[in-house]
C-alpha cells in the first residue's frame, strides 16, 4: 500500500509533536513530508534529522535570513510558502495544528486542493466557518477534526443519517478552577491556569479550558463541521475526561465515545478515517480504573466566556471572528499579567459590542473582523485593564 503523505503545520506544538510521534510508530502507513513552524528553526531542525523530513517550512519570511548550518533538507520560509506546500500534488493529508486564526488560509487552501484536513485548529473554523464549508464543498476537500470532542461525535455518527440527530452534547473537563466560587475567580494567576487536571496541552488552549471558552469555540466547531443548530447543542462538566462527547438520536438512543484522555487517539483516527489501526501503545479502556464517571451543568455566569461565546455562535456573521479574536487577545493580556482572569470575559463582551457585526463573504471580511477585535481588545486593556499602568 502507498504511504500517505501527512503534511504537519504547527510540528513543534503539544499536537504538531504528538503527530509526529504517531506517524513513527505507523511508519509503514504514514510518512511525513513537510514539517512547518512559525519561527522555532532550532526545534524544526531537530525534528527534520530525527524524523527525517525532506521538506522544512518556516512561515516567518525573516527568520532563516542568515543561518547557516541547518540540517539537510528543502528549507523554505514565508506564508506563500506554507500555503504552495499544503496544495503541493505530493501531498495526501494536511495536519493543521496551527494556534489561533492564523492558520484560517492554510486551512482553505488544504481544503480547497481536495486534501484531507486534520484539523486541531478550531479557531480557523470558527473564525472563518463559512468559508471554510465552502472551500471544502469546492475543493472536495475533506475536514477531519483532531478535536477529542469533534472526533468522537464523528465515531458516533458514522453510518447514521444525519437528519436522525436529536442532539450534540459536547463534555468540557471544567478546568482548573471548576466550582471556586467568584472571590476566588478574583484572585487566580497564569500560574494557577495552566495547571489542567486532565489535559497537558499548549498555554493557549489550557488558559481557554480555565475560562470555557474553550468549549464555546468547540460549540460553534461542532456547528460548522456537522451542520447541526446551535439549539441541538449543548455541554457539560464531565470532570474526568473519560467520555469525549454524546450524540443523540431522534429515537432516544445516545451513543458516546470513551477512553482515557490523549489526544494521539484523535491523531491516529483523523489519519486513519474511517479505518481503525492497531496502537499497542495507547492505553487501553479500563471502566472500573475511570470510575466514577459524574457530570454537572456549566455555570454560566461564573464562567462567562462560555456564556459570551455561544451567543457570538448563535449570532453568526463577523461575530465569532471578533469573539475568537478578542479572546486571543485576551489570553495574551492574562498570561502577560495585564488583566485578571475576570477581566477577561469583559475584554471580549467590549470587542463584540464594539466591531459592526457583518456577513462573512471573503477572507477579507473575516480578517477586518479579527483586526477590528484586537484594537477593540487593546483599547479595554489600556482603559480598564485594573492591573494596567501599575
Ligand atoms: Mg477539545
Known amino acids: 500500500m502507498a504511504l500517505t503523505r501527512v503534511v504537519v503545520l504547527g510540528s513543534t506544538g503539544s499536537i504538531g509533536r504528538a503527530t509526529l510521534s504517531v506517524i513513527a510508530r505507523h511508519a509503514d502507513r504514514f510518512q511525513v513530508v513537510a514539517v512547518c513552524a512559525h519561527s522555532s528553526v532550532d526545534e524544526v531542525a531537530a525534528q527534520v534529522i530525527e524524523h527525517n523530513v525532506p521538506v522544512a517550512v518556516i512561515a516567518d519570511s525573516e527568520i532563516l535570513d542568515g543561518v547557516t548550518d541547518l540540517p539537510k533538507a528543502d528549507w523554505r520560509s514565508g506564508q506563500s510558502a506554507v500555503l504552495d506546500l499544503v496544495a503541493d500534488e505530493n501531498v495526501d493529508v494536511v495536519v493543521n495544528a496551527i494556534v489561533g486564526s492564523a492558520g484560517l488560509?492554510?486551512?482553505?487552501?488544504?481544503?480547497?486542493?481536495?486534501?484531507?484536513?486534520?484539523?486541531?485548529?478550531?479557531?480557523?473554523?470558527?473564525?472563518?466557518?463559512?468559508?471554510?464549508?465552502?472551500?471544502?464543498?469546492?475543493?472536495?476537500?475533506?475536514?477531519?477534526?483532531?478535536?477529542?470532542?469533534?472526533?468522537?461525535?464523528?465515531?458516533?455518527?458514522?453510518?447514521?443519517?444525519?437528519?436522525?440527530?436529536?442532539?450534540?452534547?459536547?463534555?468540557?473537563?471544567?478546568?482548573?478552577?471548576?466550582?471556586?466560587?467568584?472571590?476566588?475567580?478574583?484572585?487566580v494567576g497564569p500560574k494557577d491556569a495552566l495547571r489542567h487536571p486532565t489535559w497537558n496541552m499548549g498555554a493557549k488552549i489550557t488558559i481557554d479550558s480555565a475560562t470555557l471558552a474553550n468549549k464555546a469555540l468547540e460549540i460553534i466547531e461542532a456547528h460548522f463541521l456537522y451542520g447541526i443548530d446551535y439549539e441541538k447543542i449543548e455541554a457539560i462538566v464531565h470532570p474526568q475526561s473519560i467520555v469525549h462527547s454524546f450524540v443523540e438520536f431522534n429515537d432516544g438512543s445516545v451513543l458516546a465515545q470513551l477512553g482515557f484522555p490523549t489526544m494521539e487517539l484523535p491523531i491516529l483516527y483523523a489519519l486513519s478515517h474511517p479505518e481503525r489501526i492497531a496502537d499497542p501503545l495507547l492505553r487501553t479502556f479500563d471502566p472500573v480504573r475511570s470510575s466514577p464517571l459524574t457530570f454537572e451543568e456549566i455555570d454560566r455566569e461564573r464562567f462567562a466566556l462560555y456564556t459570551i461565546g455561544v451567543e457570538a455562535g448563535i449570532r453568526g456573521g463577523t461575530a465569532p471572528a471578533v469573539f475568537n479574536a478578542a479572546n486571543e487577545a485576551a489570553v495574551q493580556a492574562f498570561l502577560s499579567g495585564?488583566?485578571?482572569?475576570?477581566?477577561?470575559?469583559?475584554?471580549?463582551?467590549?470587542?463584540?459590542?464594539?466591531?459592526?457585526?457583518?456577513?462573512?463573504?471573503?477572507?477579507?471580511?473575516?480578517?477586518?473582523?479579527?483586526?477590528?477585535?484586537?484594537?477593540?481588545?487593546?483599547?479595554?486593556?489600556c482603559s480598564h485593564g485594573s492591573l494596567a499602568g501599575g
Open 105 to 187: 488560509e492554510a486551512t482553505l487552501a488544504a481544503l480547497g486542493a481536495g486534501k484531507r484536513l486534520a484539523l486541531a485548529n478550531k479557531e480557523s473554523l470558527v473564525a472563518g466557518g463559512p468559508l471554510v464549508v465552502e472551500a471544502a464543498r469546492e475543493g472536495g476537500g475533506e475536514l477531519i477534526p483532531i478535536d477529542s470532542e469533534h472526533s468522537a461525535i464523528l465515531q458516533c455518527l458514522a453510518g447514521h443519517d444525519p437528519e436522525s440527530v436529536a442532539r450534540l452534547v459536547l463534555t468540557a473537563s471544567g478546568g482548573p478552577f471548576r466550582g471556586l466560587e467568584r472571590r476566588e475567580l478574583e484572585r
Open 338 to 381: 495585564d488583566i485578571r482572569f475576570l477581566e477577561m470575559p469583559e475584554m471580549v463582551a467590549h470587542a463584540l459590542d464594539t466591531v459592526p457585526k457583518r456577513n462573512v463573504e471573503t477572507v477579507d471580511d473575516v480578517m477586518e473582523a479579527d483586526t477590528a477585535a484586537r484594537i477593540a481588545a487593546r483599547e479595554f486593556v
